[in-house]
């Protein structure tokens, strides 16, 4: 089974998982000068908006919004991309490397995937000198767990494409070996997807219904990340989503 992140980037899930990841991203990047970064299941390092597309109902309704959104991370790092009009979405890595390299700090990444055009695409991405970025081709779940027994924290993104009913399972244990560890770590999911029972679990989690902010994704009405962390940084993502939600759920002025 394979993964078609190019017709699901800039959607409604991805909306929330990146806002959430940025602001994790940005707090972390405050508190110390170098962020190691790690992620399950990456994509391509952006991707081009066109349409028809799954971003028009995301990103595409929030962008409407973007002049009073700007004071948070995730939407700093769009604008900054597209200057002029939306037309390029990052994926989840280039919004932390972007996130780092604003705060003037370096990144060192491992990250993986399993599509070869993705490995390809990511030899081709210009880095700073300050930054490392390691791809892996293969099995996140698997690669990442190996990385736990290195010592130093760092800030996990577990973000499977959930085409496999035992993704569930292995996304739950790499949370829990996550938290043992004493990573900062982030778990995505959304609604909607056949057959996959949400990860329950007595964690900080952060959910979105779309509706509630005009926007949608099919038939998928939510996205959750959940999140282990500092009780610091718990309550300053706290505060942000909630400033988030403040605006975006306010009326547009006529």
């Known amino acids: 089974m394979s993964y078609n992140h190019r ?29 190691v970064y790690v992620e399950s299941h990456v994509g391509y390092p952006k991707y081009p908006l066109e349409k028809p597309g799954e971003w028009q109902d995301g990103i595409g309704e929030c962008w409407k919004r973007h002049d009073v959104l700007k004071e948070f991370s995730y939407f700093g790092i769009l604008e900054k991309m597209n200057p002029a009009k939306l037309s390029s979405y990052p994926g989840s890595g ?5 996130a780092a390299t604003k705060a003037g700090y370096g990144l060192e990444a491992d990250v993986w995937d399993t ?40 800030l996990l993104l577990i973000d499977p494409p959930y085409l496999d009913i ?73 505060e942000r989503t909630r400033n988030f939600l403040g605006i975006i759920e306010r009326p547009e002025p006529i």
């Not at 699901?8 to 990841?21: S, T």
């Not at 280039?94 to 972007?98: G, S």
Request: glycine letters at 8%.
């Open 166 to 238: 035992r993704d569930i399972e292995r996304a739950a244990d790499l949370l829990e070996r996550g938290a043992k560890s004493g990573w900062t770590v982030l778990l995505w999911q959304m609604d909607g997807v056949d057959a996959m029972p949400k990860i329950c679990c007595n964690l900080e989690s952060y959910s979105l219904k779309f509706s509630d902010v005009g926007i949608s994704c099919g038939k998928s009405k939510e996205a959750t990340v959940t999140l282990v962390g500092s009780d610091d940084l718990l309550d300053y993502v706290k």
């Open 115 to 154: 599509n070869l055009d993705v490995a390809a695409s990511w030899h081709d991405v210009p880095l700073p000198e300050s930054d490392k970025i390691r791809f892996h081709l293969g099995d996140g779940f698997s690669g990442v767990g190996a990385l736990m027994d290195r010592p130093g924290p760092a």
């Open 94 to 98: 280039i919004i932390v490397l972007m």
């Open 7 to 35: 017709s699901h980037a800039g959607n409604a899930g991805d909306v929330w998982k990146h806002f959430i990841l940025a602001e994790v991203a940005e707090y972390l990047l405050a508190k110390e000068n170098r962020l």
